[in-house]
């Protein structure tokens, strides 16, 4: 047996989507933009598919600006947010520490251009406080950019509550809800947000393709210049299988959402109860302030990437940490700023589950990670100064 339990970093292709996909590839294959037939069948598809995406998240199509994926939708969405200030002299924004690097690398880069960022520590729960916003909130702050669910821990923020805030003061608010669409209810009316970002691959849409939500009377601002595509915010040919696909996978995703909630909490709760028996492990992150579908632990006295290597050998897909960072030998950013010491963070599994999994693949993952984790432990000189009491144990 071979689990795939990675869906965090990315999701199969859902065939319903890749059906949906198909004949925009080999037959309606025209240019959007294009007046001929063949061209205005693929605005006609075009257009359905931006309904499709603005219903599931309860927002006027004319507010979703079609991206190449989450990342890029972050951007024009923070660069959008932070230019808006300028214009009346706010150059400050505020986000936290265990963001995407798609958010904090693109505010490093406002930085350099004279911005001030604030980054909110983030309490040991994962979860970012209304009152630490409050608290940061200056009459100069032009964005606040908070994440709906963290990427790595899958622990849930408040942001109706800090949008609330931030329309109460005059503040433009952004989340990355990359993690969050398809997983768990998402209705930009209720959550009250100016700007939301997403990607299809995250609920079994195609890679390449996302989507940025930006509330009427927003300005956003290019990050891709070209021509009049996405009423002028997204230059480039439009990617109209991608979208289509994308369209599909999230009228799929959100369909019978709670049901797939509840059956995929349940496999959450299985595999966090068999795993907590793992002598010196813990749980990151709140137990129930988080996505149905993701777990992360730590185990004392062994590096991750040994065990992802061994996990996959044993037949189970699954991360350390974010995708876009799992070629990096440093511990994660996310479990640093929770304050998990360096040499614990080292030691960290990400399991990531949804729909698709089954209850006897959450057994072979339970049956797996304890003997790769004592077989690791019993080649570490570190788990045997850590055993002998040469050095304290830290979980």
Known sequence: MYVYADNAATTSLSPKALEAMMPYFTETYGNASSLHSPGQRAAEALQAAREAVAAAINADFKEIYFTGGGSEADNQAIISGAMAGARKGKKHIISTAFEHHAVLHTLNKLEKEGFEVTLLPVHENGVVTVEDVAAAIRPDTALVTIMFVNNEIGTIQPIA???????????????????????????????????????????????????????????????????????????????????????????????????????????????????????????????????????????????????????????????????????????????????????????????????????????????????????????????????????????
Not at 198 to 221: I, S, T, W
Not at 278 to 303: Q, Y
Not at 316 to 339: E, I
């Open 161 to 395: 509550e800090i949008a609330a805030l931030c329309h109460e003061k005059g503040v433009l608010m952004h989340t990355d809800a990359v993690q969050a669409v398809g997983h768990i209810p998402v209705d930009v009316q209720a959550l009250g947000v100016d700007m939301l970002s997403m990607a299809a691959h995250k609920f079994h849409g195609p890679k390449g393709v996302g989507a940025l939500y930006a509330r009427r009377g927003v300005p956003l601002v290019n990050v891709i210049e070209g021509g009049q595509q996405e009423r002028g915010k997204r230059g480039g040919t439009e990617n109209i299988p991608g979208i289509v696909g994308m369209a599909a996978a999230i009228g799929e995703a959100t369909a019978d959402l709670p049901a797939h909630m509840a059956y995929v909490t349940g496999l959450r709760e299985k595999l966090i109860e068999g795993l907590s028996k793992i002598p010196h492990s813990r749980l990151n992150g709140d137990r129930d302030k988080r996505v149905p579908g993701t777990v992360n632990f730590c185990f004392e006295g062994i590096e991750g990437e040994g065990l992802l290597l061994w996990l996959d050998q044993k037949g189970v897909a699954a991360s350390s940490g974010s995708a876009c960072t799992s070629g990096s030998l440093d511990p994660s950013h996310v479990l640093l700023a929770l304050g998990i010491p360096h040499e614990i963070a080292h030691g960290s599994l990400r399991l990531s589950i949804d729909v698709l999994n089954t209850p006897e693949e959450i057994d072979h993952i339970l049956k797996v990670v304890p003997e790769v984790v004592d077989y690791l432990r019993a080649m570490s000189p570190v788990w045997d100064e850590l055993e002998r009491g040469l050095t304290p144990h830290l979980i």
